[in-house]
């Protein structure tokens, strides 16, 4: 029998979506469990084969199904491991894709959650017919996947695209997940908008804000949101302060290696302008002239989930029989 | 006749070094031009023509010779321009290649200097045999040039590796040619570092320092090396200054593309573990766990003008005849 359908699996800080998906790219089943409840990887694989056995018979069952593709932060395509993940509860080494295939009895291949996205946006999205652009997922955590000349950048060890973990304010906010400092996923994830919002309020106690009605404690990107779609100035100005830091950065990532495009991906993009705006200008700002209006600052075209999931099973597609 | 002849010559922001390379990348002669004589590009193309005729002559004729292949900053590969290079004393768009061409009636073409220079140290120094790795040049400004997969990234637009131009310190040191604030090569350059001295020369009138022998006017990076090796510690510090803000650099380009290798090259490299031991302290400082211990940072093994004359005469064996 033909083996016709990949598993595509992108493995979240907080959730992991899965889907099965055919030869032209189109998501037959998709589904998704948490990424946090089990502490033990291997329970968690469990109830992720459980929870696709059911898509999986309606294909035709595993027999028709070539390989699994995972995408997850860490994820080394070299290795298959997903090697200390600061916002995965699994923590040192995860085997993943030997686990995986132990499982489910098929072949698995893993990638970057962030190098997935960036192969489903080039082959299904706003990225597609380029050779040269970064996708940035905004999320949980800030993840990348580079292209130059058609093909991902891996790097000598499988680990290129960590650009979350560049450092852009030198002695800036501490990460609590790496300890280090300044870096831009503390800053342009949704917990750095969270925490940038509780600075506000704390360094501004004259300053009245819709923020003001929440207790502290469940201030997060969503409640920084609604409160900005409502005209509050602070969570404006919290979306403002992001886009400075997060466009001083695209800035640097431009002169590293000059896209077409960067497509901004992941929950945060939901702000829509009040996250683009901001971060175009300082890009710009903090660009030479030779790269100034020239490149291509866009929001994903795919459906937050479907471009991971496409992706990663993309890499089924080059597997070995 | 059979052409076994390139011309190789780098352009720097202070001297232009040139060349006759045969296949197997030996250089068969060397000279050099000052890059800031001239006024007119055409002019200092006039005598660089008359500068080499003797070496042309030598070699058998301009018919032995397949092309001329250039390194200069802000060289762009795909337009065969020099585009806005804020270190040059041309201004704006100068069609080099073309100039080239005319004036020696054989073919040009042109990359940027770092560019140059690390395609000679991947195919003849330090860098032989490895597929990721960046090219730092510490010279009169800071250049680069990234191999990811074995090739050379150029971008979208052909001006991808302008790391120099990174902002590492937000709101920091002014750059006079490009009007940035706190990029790389406003700190990490030869005029970097003597701006640094300066600094601390006004800013510590207490602290005693051979550098105070010179007048303020004088003080260089030769300076600054020469006092630094007689011990002073005010000097030695501009050093381990110099490398912490270059460490946080290249920590951040780690991240990026993951090198096997990060090769230094050009004029301060001359200061050896001055420059290195810190450079390397802050680098891993500043890298995430998984990318530490990994990173080989070494210096250029090939003399300071044989990379980059190497490096563009490889231009010339891919031209079109």
């Known amino acids: 029998m033909e083996k016709e359908y990949a598993i595509g699996i992108d493995i979240g800080g907080t959730n992991t979506v899965f889907g099965i998906v055919d030869h032209r790219g189109d998501t037959l089943y998709r589904g998704a469990i948490s990424s946090r409840k089990y502490e033990q990887v291997e329970d968690y694989i469990q109830e992720l084969y459980e929870a696709l056995q059911p898509a999986i018979d309606q294909v035709g069952g595993i027999q028709t199904i070539k390989g699994i593709g995972v995408g997850a932060p860490n994820g080394n395509y070299y290795s298959g491991m ?25 072949p698995a291949a893993l990638t970057n959650d962030a190098n997935a996205a960036a192969v489903g946006e080039m082959m299904y999205g706003a990225a597609k017919g380029m050779k040269d652009f970064i996708m940035i997922t905004l999320g949980t955590g800030v993840g990348s996947g580079i292209v130059a000349n058609g093909h991902l950048i891996y790097g000598h060890d499988g680990f290129a695209g960590e650009l979350g973990h ?20 503390s800053y342009a994830s949704a917990t750095g908008v969270a925490y940038t919002a509780k600075e506000f309020l704390e360094q501004r106690p004259e300053q009245p804000s819709l923020l003001r009605n929440y207790p502290v404690e469940e201030i997060n990107s969503k409640v920084v949101y609604d409160c900005a779609k409502q005209g509050d100035a602070m969570a404006i100005e919290v979306y403002e302060f992001t886009g400075e830091i997060l466009g001083m950065a695209l800035a640097n990532f431009v002169m590293f290696s000059s896209p077409e495009a960067i497509i901004l991906f992941g929950g945060m993009t939901k702000a829509g302008d009040l996250i683009l705006k901001p971060t175009r200008e300082h890009m710009e700002k903090n660009l030479l002239p030779i790269f100034q209006n020239k490149v291509k600052l866009l929001f994903s075209e795919l459906k937050e989930s479907d471009a991971a999931i496409l992706g990663a099973s993309a890499l089924v597609w080059d597997l070995k029989e």
Chains 1, 2 share one sequence.
């Open 166 to 185: 560049t450092m852009i304010i030198p002695n800036g906010r501490l990460h609590q997940g790496t300890g280090m400092h300044g870096s831009l996923e």
């Open 82 to 106: 997903i090697e200390y993940a600061p916002n995965l509860i699994w923590k040192g080494v995860i085997p993943i894709s030997r686990l995986m295939t132990e499982k489910f009895s098929i």
